[in-house]
């Protein structure tokens, strides 16, 4: 890919994504939603949200990423849901998880 190109695409998906990011507030005022669609599309953020941390806890590539990883996420997971500060939660959830591959677990 040439560095052209490469700057080309940078751009074109920079200016979409701020796009995006500028509909939701400017489309707000013009788009009314019943309370059942909001509810829903933010019980949707929340199930794509936990798919997402599922699928980079529990895989990588296409086999099974081994219990270290997992265990990390979910002290981590813990942690943040107890209001434990960020880089408490950071820390804990990779030290846990280099503690586990360290004795060897997977």
């Known amino acids: 890919m040439s560095p052209v190109l490469l700057i080309v695409c940078a751009v074109v998906l920079g200016a979409g994504t701020f796009a995006f990011r500028f509909a939701g507030p400017a489309l707000r005022a013009k788009v009314e939603l019943n309370a059942r669609a909001e509810k829903l ?61 360290l004795l060897g677990v997977p």
């Not at 933010?42 to 997992?70: D, N, Q």
């Not at 107890?82 to 280099?98: C, E, G, I, Q």
Request: hydrophobic fraction near 70%.
């Open 41 to 101: 599309m933010a019980t949707a953020a929340v199930v794509l949200l936990a798919a997402l941390v599922a699928t980079s806890a529990l895989i990588e590539g296409a086999e099974f990423a081994g219990y270290a990883r997992p265990a990390g996420v979910l002290v981590g997971g813990v942690l943040a849901w107890r209001k434990a500060p960020f880089v408490v939660v950071v820390l804990a959830a990779a030290a846990t998880a280099a503690g586990l591959r």
